[in-house]
């Protein structure tokens, strides 16, 4: 059963911090592109940030400059340094697996963390 496992979120103040852990199964941590998406009340669901195997990343725009996603492939865990955080940043956010192999496509949701800034 493909697991991942957020940790990290938690109530901040506007301009803290706060970093998101997410551990993966080996074998889909290796293969995957990892992401962090999130969901505020009331919205959809959008991309935050995403790391290639590679180590290529992407940002949303409206998180640029201000969050990093890293990925530790021996420890098959992502994370997401949120800096400079603001009310708006406010949100579940859930970490994802996207990848490709033996022949079909594969899309993994993690359960996720509530992250909650206040003004």
């Known amino acids: 059963q493909v697991q991942l496992v957020e940790s990290g979120g938690g109530l901040v103040q506007a301009g803290g911090s706060l970093r998101l852990s997410c551990a993966a199964s080996?074998?889909?941590?290796?293969?995957?592109?990892m992401g962090w998406y999130r969901q505020a009340l009331g919205k959809q669901r959008e991309l935050v940030a995403a790391?290639?195997?590679?180590?290529?990343?992407d940002y949303a725009d409206s998180v640029k400059g201000r969050f990093t996603i890293s990925r530790d492939n021996a420890k098959n865990t992502v994370y997401l340094q949120m800096n400079m955080l603001k009310p708006e940043d406010t949100a579940v956010y859930y970490c994802?697996?996207?990848?490709?192999?033996?022949?079909?496509?594969?899309?993994?949701w993690g359960q996720g963390t509530q992250v909650t800034v206040s003004s």
């Open positions: 994802n697996a996207k990848g490709s192999w033996l022949g079909r496509d594969r899309d993994y």
């Open positions: 080996r074998n889909i941590f290796k293969l995957s592109t």
């Open positions: 790391i290639t195997t590679g180590g290529t990343t």
